[in-house]
């Protein structure tokens, strides 16, 4: 590789590195009526597709279960969600949206689009489709991320592996 090309990947690595920082950081400073964004993000998900299991919830927000209880214990504090049992499965909790939940949604109703629209700022819809291909390609690239590094750093290990040996066999 160029000595150029990887100059530029590296700044690519770390200003992507630096938006997930930042990003992460100001999303978390975002608190609508003592409900942090993921709360609100799950509340909207129940209006879109009904009661929630909290692993699926967890799962589609990237968030611990440790987290995601922690957010519907809010939640259900502030009389937004309420947590049930499925009918079939007791094992299974379901999280859904309570009236106020939904009165707190509808007065919030305008946080989602005011988001992307401030994150996305400036950018053209030529852009924007540019980035959308660039972030599926990041997403799958992604996919085999810790598996190839992983699969290089044994073959790395027993490179010096093997050459450690080599020099055994000079040294007699």
Do not use: P
């Not at 770390?14 to 409900?35: A, N, Q, S, T, Y």
């Not at 440790?66 to 969600?81: M, Q």
């Amino acid at each position: 590789m160029d000595e150029m090309k990887q100059e530029l990947l590296e700044e690519a690595d770390w200003l992507f590195r630096k938006m997930v920082r930042k990003f992460i950081k100001e999303r978390d400073k975002i608190i609508i009526e003592g409900v942090i964004l993921s709360g609100f993000l799950i509340l909207r998900k129940i209006i879109r597709d009904g009661e929630q299991r909290l692993t699926d919830l967890a799962e589609e927000l990237d968030l611990t279960s440790g987290a995601i209880t922690a957010i519907c214990d809010k939640l259900e504090g502030r009389g937004f969600a309420v947590r049930k049992r499925h009918k079939e499965d007791r094992r299974i909790v379901l999280l859904d949206i309570t009236d106020e939940g939904r009165k707190f949604l509808n007065r919030n109703g305008d946080i989602g689009v005011n988001m992307i629209s401030v994150l996305f700022d400036g950018f053209s819809t030529k852009e924007i489709k540019l980035q959308i291909d660039a972030y599926q390609r990041l997403i799958s690239n992604l996919e085999n991320l810790s598996c190839e590094i992983l699969t290089l750093a044994k073959e790395n290990k027993n490179k010096k592996d093997s050459s450690i040996q080599k020099n055994r066999f000079l040294t007699y």
